[in-house]
């Protein structure tokens, strides 16, 4: 980030929340196991999950680059993406880190990964979607406005 962007206030990075979601999730598992799922449902759906995040999330990035505009929630974008997964959620990234807990949660067989990510998706929404959106109506106007309305947050 460079000193001349403008910054959006935002001090939570989603990933580290993520991570730290799969990590008390993986720690609260091992105190209280709770085993749900066959293992072929394990190594079918788990990684299933996971390869469907990093096909969304890698084009999201691409169509970031493609415009000159940083991948970093910290930063107002000075263009607005609309592009590659942008065109189906306005949060693909986001999207994406929920289905890698996910994944991680159903290979390990660990429910509680599932409760510690719903609360990390809840925290992102209040402290860094919203916020974003709110910027991003503040910087494009009537153009967020017409993408907001065509496009869903999530999917």
């Given at each position: ?115 510690f990510a719903a609360l990390a998706t809840l925290i992102t929404r209040q ?29």
């Amino acid at each position: 980030m460079t000193d001349t962007a403008q910054k959006t206030g935002i001090r939570l990075i989603p990933p580290f929340l993520y991570i730290a979601a799969v990590v008390l999730g993986l720690v609260a598992g091992g105190l209280w196991p709770v085993a749900l799922l066959p293992w072929w449902i394990r190594l079918s759906l788990g990684p299933a999950l996971i390869v469907i995040a990093v096909v969304l999330v890698r084009p999201a990035m691409k169509a970031f680059r493609a415009r000159g505009v940083a991948f970093d929630v910290r930063q107002v974008p000075g263009t607005l993406v609309t592009s590659g997964p942008y065109r189906i959620s306005r949060n693909p990234s986001y999207l994406a880190l929920i289905l890698i807990s996910l994944g991680i949660a159903v290979i390990a067989d660990d429910i509680w990964i599932v409760g510690f990510a719903a609360l990390a998706t809840l925290i992102t929404r209040q402290r860094v979607v919203l916020p974003e959106e709110r910027i991003l109506a503040a910087q494009f106007g009537a153009d967020y406005a017409a993408y907001k309305a065509r496009v869903r947050r999530w999917i």
